[in-house]
Nanobody, 122 residues
Framework: QVQLVESGGGLAQAGGSLRLSCAAS????????MGWFRQAPGKEREFVGG????????DYTDSVKGRFAVSRDAAKNTVFLIMNSLKPEDTAVYYC???????????????WGQGTQVTVSS
C-alpha cells in the first residue's frame, strides 16, 4: 500500500507557473503508474496527466499539452506536476493517484492523495 501527499498548490497569476509535488510513502513511486487529476468547483474530477510505471511514458489531456509536465524523482520518491502558462481555467483541487497498471484517463486508480488547491487569477 502507498500513501500519497500533495503539496505546492497556492495562488498564481495567469501566465505564471507552479510545481506540485506528490510524496509517496510505504512503497516506491517507481512501482506505480502515477496520475494527476483535478476537480474544479461544480465539475467532475478530470484526468490531467500521468507517467507510466514501466516505460515512464507520459500522457496528457489536450487542454494542458505543452503547458504541463509530469516527472518522477525516484530518489525523493516523489512525482511532480510542473504547470506553466497557467490559465484561470486551471483553477481546481489537484490530486495525485497511483495504480499498478498502465496510464488510464479514468479514476481507476487504487490510491489517492488528499488534494491541493490551485487558484489562478486573471
Amino acid at each position: 500500500q502507498v500513501q500519497l501527499v500533495e503539496s505546492g498548490g497556492g495562488l498564481a497569476q495567469a501566465g505564471g507557473s507552479l510545481r506540485l509535488s506528490c510524496a509517496a510513502s510505504g512503497r516506491t513511486v517507481s512501482g506505480y503508474t502515477m496520475g494527476w487529476f483535478r476537480q474544479a468547483p461544480g465539475k467532475e474530477r478530470e484526468f490531467v496527466g500521468g507517467i507510466s510505471r514501466v516505460t515512464s511514458s507520459t500522457d496528457y489531456t489536450d487542454s494542458v499539452k505543452g503547458r504541463f509536465a509530469v516527472s518522477r524523482d525516484a530518489a525523493k520518491n516523489t512525482v511532480f506536476l510542473i504547470m506553466n502558462s497557467l490559465k484561470p481555467e486551471d483553477t481546481a483541487v489537484y490530486y495525485c493517484a497511483a495504480r499498478s497498471g498502465t496510464i488510464v484517463r479514468t479514476e481507476r486508480y487504487d490510491y489517492w492523495g488528499q488534494g491541493t488547491q490551485v487558484t489562478v487569477s486573471s
